[in-house]
């Protein structure tokens, strides 16, 4: 996540795009903060734990404002030109105009990402807090008790 979101806000830096290259930078940091975490869980702190959870807060709470930022400033991309009979016709299908049609579109997929950011990221919060007594208690283990 770490790299390619680095990736990706480099990228919409390149073509201007602050807003993209600021949410890309946001991810990356989210990605750090994971691996943080799991560095801290490799040398038996239990407080990479708290990384972890945080680290998928924080994707979240960057994904959703993302999205909101996006819906308040909507700004259609360019459309290809292979794309603009289909998006005719199925604009007419349902009475809208183009312009209308992608409008209505764009907010829905948008829509469809925060909810699937919520569904996953909070799946993931729950997994990593459900799993916490688990990790403390495999982290009070000695080391060499699987040797024997």
Known sequence: MLIV???FALL??????????I???????????ELHGAALLNVGRLRGMN????????????ILCYCA???FHLEIPPVPSEMEAMIEMSASQ?????GEYLQNLYRFVLFVVALLSIAYQGGM????MKRR???????????????E
């Open 125 to 128: 919060i729950l997994y990593y």
């Open 12 to 21: 919409a830096a390149m073509t201007g795009d602050f807003v993209g290259a």
């Open 69 to 71: 930022l996006r819906l």
């Open 51 to 62: 990384w972890l959870i945080g680290s998928q807060l924080f994707l979240l709470l960057t």
């Open 23 to 33: 949410t890309g930078l946001l991810v990356a940091g989210a990605g750090a903060l």
């Open 5 to 7: 979101a680095g990736l």
């Open 94 to 98: 349902l009475g809208m105009s183009p």
């Open 133 to 147: 007594a688990g990790v403390a208690s495999a982290l009070a283990e000695p080391a060499d008790a699987d040797i």
